[in-house]
Nanobody, 123 residues
Framework: QVQLVESGGGLVQPGESLRLSCVAS????????MGWYRQTPGKERELVATISSGNTTNYADSVKGRFTISRDNAKNTVYLRMNSLKPEDTAVYYCNAEVVHITFGALRPTVHWGQGTQITVSS
């Protein structure tokens, strides 16, 4: 079993910063790509940023220059530093990871999601 546990959400004012963390734990051989997604009521979950095991990053246009994704492979942890937050960044943020297990002697990748953490940007 694999769990992704997020932390760091909350209420902030426009222009402020937050850092999210997400730790993957359980039976893990390797963690491949990790990422952050967000969702608001009535809308589909959308990509915020992803980072490969080799630290190649990808960002949504709406957060480029403001958000930075990083990871610590030794800790199976991904971070999202969010600067210059805007009201439109308000959403539930979800951690995502592709985790490789060893099952019956074979390597098997599976995708996992965290439980989500609320970020509200409001004055």
């Amino acid at each position: 079993q694999v769990q992704l546990v997020e932390s760091g959400g909350g209420l902030v004012q426009p222009g402020e910063s937050l850092r999210l963390s997400c730790v993957a734990s359980g039976t893990i051989f390797r963690v491949n790509v990790m990422g952050w997604y967000r969702q608001t009521p009535g809308k589909e979950r959308e990509l915020v940023a992803t980072i490969s095991s080799g630290n190649t990053t990808n960002y949504a246009d709406s957060v480029k220059g403001r958000f930075t994704i990083s990871r610590d492979n030794a800790k199976n942890t991904v971070y999202l530093r969010m600067n210059s937050l805007k009201p439109e960044d308000t959403a539930v943020y979800y951690c995502n990871a592709e985790v490789v297990h060893i099952t019956f002697g074979a390597l098997r990748p599976t995708v996992h999601w965290g439980q989500g953490t609320q970020i509200t940007v409001s004055s």
